[in-house]
C-alpha cells in the first residue's frame, strides 16, 4: 500500500512550553471508552461530560484542560506515561485517511508548530491519485501553485471570468467583516480565545500589510487545506467543491483577523490567526454540508460569492 504524506510530515515535533494556544486548552478533548476506563482504574474521576453523545474532558473555568499544568505540560503523561492519554490527544495533530490504493497522512493547521514547518514550502512527494477526485485535488494544487495571491488563486478555482465586474472595496471588507463575526460569535459569547477578540482594532483602521508580507505562507496552507481537507475517502466531486468553499470562507476569515490586528505582529499574528481560524472551523464534515446549504439555499457557488470576497 502506498503512503503519500507532505515532505514535513516526519518532521512535526510539538514546541510545547513556547506554544501560544497549547492542545489542551479551549478545546475539545475527546476522551474514549478505553482511556475513560483506564482514568476510571486509577482514580481519575469527574473530569469529563457529554457533548453532542461524546465524552470529553470537562474544562476548568478558565478553558484548561484539567490535567495540564502550569509549564505547559500534561500531568497525565508525566505521572502515569503515555498510556493514560486520550487517542486524540496522541494523534493530534496528525490525520490519517484510507483510500482502496494507497494511505494519506496529514497535519492539521490548528497547530502552531505545523504552520512554522510550512514556512518552507508545501508539497507531496509522489502525490498522484488514479479517480476522479483526486485528479481534480491535482488540478485545484496546480492553480494554487501557478497564482500570485490568494485572491488570484480562488479566483481561479471558482472559475470567476477575469472580466466579471469588480466590487467595490467597501462591500468587500462588509462581507469580510460579517463572515468573521458569524464564525466567531459562539466562541465570543461562551469566552473563549478571548486575549484575540480584546486587541481587535476598528476595521477602518486596519490594513492588509500582514496579509500581503506573508501571502506565500498563506498561500502554503491553502495547499495543506485543498490536499487534506478536500478530498476524503468516498468525496463525490460537489463534496469536494463544498470543502472548497469552505476553505475560501477560512481564508477570508484569516485575511479579517489579519486586518484588524496591530501591524507590528509580524509572522506571529499570521500563524495565529490560521490556527485559530482553523480551530473554529474544524467541524465535522456533515456539518460543514449543512452550514454552507443553509447559508447558501442548497446551491454550489457560482462566481458572484467568490467575486464579492476574492475580487
Ligand atoms: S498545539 Fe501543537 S505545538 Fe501546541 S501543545 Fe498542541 S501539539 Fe504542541
Known amino acids: 500500500m502506498r503512503e503519500l504524506y507532505p515532505a514535513h510530515y516526519t518532521r512535526f515535533h510539538c514546541i510545547a512550553s513556547s506554544c501560544d ?79 482502496p490504493d494507497r494511505t494519506e497522512r496529514s497535519l492539521m493547521l490548528a497547530c502552531p508548530a505545523v504552520i512554522d514547518l510550512l514556512a518552507e514550502g508545501f508539497s507531496v512527494p509522489g502525490n498522484e491519485s488514479p479517480e476522479a477526485t483526486g485528479r481534480l485535488r491535482e488540478h485545484w494544487m496546480r492553480i494554487i501553485r501557478e497564482s500570485a495571491a490568494p485572491e488570484e488563486a480562488f479566483l481561479r478555482l471558482f472559475r470567476v471570468p477575469e472580466d466579471y465586474p469588480a466590487v467595490p472595496a467597501d462591500a468587500q471588507k462588509e462581507e469580510e467583516a460579517q463572515l468573521y463575526a458569524d464564525l466567531t460569535e ?17 476595521v477602518n483602521r486596519g490594513n492588509m500589510t500582514l496579509w500581503r508580507t506573508h501571502k506565500d505562507i498563506i498561500m502554503n496552507c491553502i495547499l495543506n487545506d485543498v490536499w487534506s481537507e478536500c478530498l476524503k475517502p468516498g468525496f463525490t466531486e460537489q463534496e469536494m467543491r463544498l470543502k472548497l468553499e469552505w476553505t475560501a470562507l477560512k481564508y477570508a476569515a484569516v485575511r479579517h483577523f489579519l486586518r484588524i490586528r496591530p501591524r507590528k505582529g509580524g ?41 464579492l470576497l476574492f475580487g
Not at 494556544?21 to 481519575?44: H, L, M, P, S
Not at 465524552?55 to 490535567?67: G, K, Q
Not at 505540560?73 to 496528525?94: D, K, V
Not at 473563549?192 to 476598528?202: G, H
Request: proline residues 4%.
Open 21 to 99: 494556544f497549547t492542545c489542551c486548552r479551549e478545546w475539545k478533548i475527546y476522551a474514549d471508552d478505553a482511556v475513560f476506563r483506564k482514568w476510571q482504574k486509577n482514580g481519575i474521576r469527574k473530569v469529563t461530560r457529554w457533548v453532542d453523545g461524546q465524552r470529553v474532558v470537562r474544562l476548568t473555568e478558565d478553558l484548561d484542560c484539567p490535567h495540564l499544568a502550569e509549564d505547559g505540560l500534561c500531568r497525565l503523561i508525566t505521572e502515569y506515561g503515555e498510556g493514560l492519554i486520550p487517542g486524540s490527544c496522541r494523534a493530534f495533530p496528525r490525520e490519517i485517511r484510507e483510500y
Open 267 to 307: 509572522f506571529r499574528t499570521v500563524r495565529n490567526g490560521i490556527v485559530l481560524m482553523t480551530r473554529i472551523m474544524s467541524m465535522d464534515d456533515e456539518e460543514i454540508f449543512t452550514w454552507l446549504h443553509e447559508m447558501f439555499d442548497g446551491t454550489l457557488w457560482g462566481p458572484e460569492y467568490p467575486a
Open 186 to 202: 459562539n466562541y465570543r459569547a461562551e469566552g473563549y480565545y478571548r486575549r484575540f477578540w480584546e486587541e481587535e482594532a476598528d
